[in-house]
């Protein structure tokens, strides 16, 4: 399974954008990337996955670099609700296991 | 849609008793589903896989006479506890892959169960 380097913390402020990014140097090219976050004593939400192309949907955006060895994850205006964990996770979807690292702890604040 | 759900949310049990956790998924059909635990300011840490009718794969360290795996239906899921210990108390999450061309690939993950073993 690919490996992911991930900053351990973020601050942003409310109503700005947060950008997460992740390293995935040993991603598979079957792989996509899926990012997942979670809010403290929940079970993890799905936020987004691609495969090569960037990606948007409604609640954050994923950039792919062409070499798809790291991704950014971006939340365009964060609200406080947006603190949580957030993990970029190398992941076929098949046969594969869903491995969570350590992730980027995110916390906004007013 | 594609929503999971756990239950109970939490329990506290006395230790050398048994509890058991469902897993369901409300909307759509799971043929996978998987059993993750996680413990105080660290990540989840999967502990099985489970098809529906056949035997779950336990990853290595994880007791399978310990961590009793069920899933009977395409919908529901169960994790006993045999025996529990003060050690065994954590957060239990399961989660469920759809099938299907929309869902296949997803996994999604239920609220998680708090155990705690007095």
């Known amino acids: 399974d690919a490996k992911t380097t991930q900053p351990p913390s973020m601050d942003c402020a409310e109503g700005r954008a947060a950008n997460l990014p992740c390293n995935h140097s040993?991603?598979?090219?079957?792989?996509?990337v899926y990012w997942y976050r979670q809010i403290h004593s929940q079970g993890p939400q799905y936020i987004i996955h691609?495969?090569?192309n960037n990606e948007t949907n409604e609640m954050a955006s994923l950039i792919i670099t062409e070499d798809r060895k790291s991704s950014t994850l971006i939340l365009p205006h964060a609200t406080l609700r947006d603190t949580a964990v957030y993990y970029c996770?190398?992941?076929?979807?098949?046969?594969?296991?869903?491995?969570f690292g350590t992730g980027t702890r995110l916390q906004v604040t007013l | 849609g594609a929503v999971v759900s756990q239950h109970p949310s939490w329990v506290i049990c006395k230790s050398g008793t048994s509890v058991k956790i469902e897993c369901r998924s409300l909307?759509?059909?799971?043929?996978?589903m998987f059993w993750y635990r996680q413990f105080p300011k660290q990540s989840l840490m999967l502990m099985a896989t489970?098809?529906?009718?056949?035997?779950?794969?336990?990853e290595q360290g994880v007791e399978k006479d310990k961590f009793l795996i069920n899933h009977a239906s395409l919908t529901l899921s169960t994790l006993t506890v045999t025996s529990a210990h003060p050690e065994d108390s954590s957060f239990y999450i399961c989660?469920?892959?759809?099938?299907?061309?929309?869902?296949?690939?997803?996994?999604?993950f239920g609220p998680g169960t708090r155990l705690t073993v007095l």
């Open positions: 989660s469920a892959r759809g099938t299907g061309t929309s869902l296949y690939k997803m996994q999604f």
């Open positions: 040993t991603i598979s090219g079957n792989e996509y």
């Open positions: 691609g495969l090569k």
């Open positions: 996770i190398p992941y076929t979807g098949t046969a594969s296991k869903l491995t």
């Open positions: 909307d759509f059909q799971a043929t996978t």
């Open positions: 489970s098809n529906e009718g056949s035997k779950a794969t336990y």
